[in-house]
């Protein structure tokens, strides 16, 4: 704060020296001139100069450019020259008028010049509330990409804890048993062995429980290049209803308690895509109906034209349905839709299907949304694909 002050004394004590050489400096020119100039000339001179003064030093040194320039104007061009006396009464009029005009016209410059360095200021002000409403939003959204990150990573933490520690521990409960009887007893020293169907069952559950750390593991590998854009599509003309009927035969074991209905157009055409992807989705879609529905009630599957050059397909069940403000959440990784209350064991899985399916269809250039059921009951799930166009190359990359 000294350091201001004394600066703007600095300046201030300038502006007075300016002023009072000025005026000397001024008076000094013109008098050189003689009788050539008159005291109006002089007057138009000596306020040029306090106007200049006002505007780069503000209105006090002004004032004494005004005063000095009144006591100036009077000593060296009003008669009596070379008095401070004013012997006509219209030079007195002359004078006032001229310290009237020298200070109104200092302090309007002045003034002006105030509005000036406000202005700039006010400028400045705003660029740094800009400049910090700017770093706020940057840390902000900082913020939110770390909140984001660290989500991620609970649910990832979340997906590995049970997907992969439960088989992981199935599988090292089945070997230690084996090993142990190899070895002819525990660790409590006690002797046992296993039969022949203890033993198998043992290896069944082993090689079950290393299908599913597989299948974990390439939801992983799939999710992360359908995120990195490197996912390579086979494309080729096929038949839909062909391809469903792929996916039925392979869900046989999950869909034994339901009943499965197809519906498709007879006039359905063939379509140019990656079969396996495609198989892939509709397969998720009918595990994900076998598993969130009761057993004995009915999965229908739709086949039809969609709107343009694309096919509609479709997987409904009878189950409870995913509620509206869930719907856009359901294709997030690791995310399974429950509803409030439920307390029921929760279905099996790894919570990467519908993502995988939502970024297959995506590559394809098709949607996938979630509908009510048509009886307003359950869950639709429906996804389109473009019929393809012949120009299209072979094989595609996305």
């Not at 001229?98 to 000036?116: E, K, N, Y």
């Not at 940057?138 to 990573?153: D, H, I």
């Not at 359908?226 to 035969?249: F, H, K, P």
């Amino acid at each position: 704060m000294s350091g201001v002050w004394r600066e703007v004394s600095g300046r201030r004590w300038v502006g007075y020296s300016v002023a009072a050489l000025g005026v000397g400096v001024v008076t000094a020119v013109l008098k050189q001139f003689g009788g050539h100039i008159n005291p109006t000339t002089v007057a138009l001179a000596l306020l040029l100069l306090v106007l200049f003064v006002a505007t780069l030093w503000g209105s006090r040194p002004a004032v004494l450019a005004s005063v000095v320039g009144l006591v100036c104007f009077n000593y060296f061009y009003l008669p009596p020259v070379g008095a401070l006396t004013i012997a006509d009464p219209e030079n007195w009029v002359a004078l006032t008028v001229f310290l009237v005009v020298a200070l109104t016209a200092g302090q309007l410059s002045a003034r002006v010049r105030r509005r000036a360095e406000e202005a700039e200021e006010g400028r400045r002000e705003i660029e740094r509330l800009y400049s910090e409403l700017r770093d706020a939003f940057e840390r902000a959204s900082r913020a939110e990409a770390l909140r984001q990150s660290e989500r991620l990573k609970s649910a990832l933490l979340d997906a590995v804890t049970h997907d992969i520690r439960t088989p992981l521990t199935s599988i090292k409960a089945s070997v230690t048993t084996l090993l142990d009887e190899a070895r002819g007893g525990g660790s409590d020293g006690h002797a046992f062995t296993l039969d022949a169907e203890s033993r198998r069952d043992m290896l069944d559950v082993i090689n079950e429980e290393s299908d599913r750390l597989a299948r974990f593991v390439e939801g992983l590998i799939e999710l992360a290049r359908i995120e990195a854009g490197e996912m390579q599509l086979r494309r080729g003309w096929g038949a839909i209803d062909e391809i469903i009927a792929n996916v039925l035969a392979r869900a046989e074991k999950l869909t034994a308690g339901h009943v499965v209905k197809v519906e498709t157009d007879a006039d359905l055409p063939v379509v140019r895509v990656d079969p396996r992807a495609v198989a892939e989705v509709v397969y998720t879609l009918v595990d994900n109906a076998a598993k969130y529905s009761p057993e004995g009630t009915a999965i229908l599957i739709n086949v039809r034209r969609g709107e343009g050059a694309s096919v509609e397909i479709s997987v409904e069940d009878e189950g409870p349905g995913v509620p509206a403000e869930l719907r856009a959440r359901v294709f997030d990784k690791f995310f399974r839709a429950t509803h409030e209350g439920d307390t029921g064991p929760k279905p099996s899985g790894t919570g990467m299907g519908l993502a995988i399916a939502h970024g297959i269809v995506e590559a394809h250039g098709g949607h996938i949304w979630i509908e009510d059921g048509a009886r307003g009951a359950g869950a639709r799930f429906v996804f389109t694909l473009p019929i393809g166009d012949d120009d299209e190359s072979l094989e595609s990359g996305v």
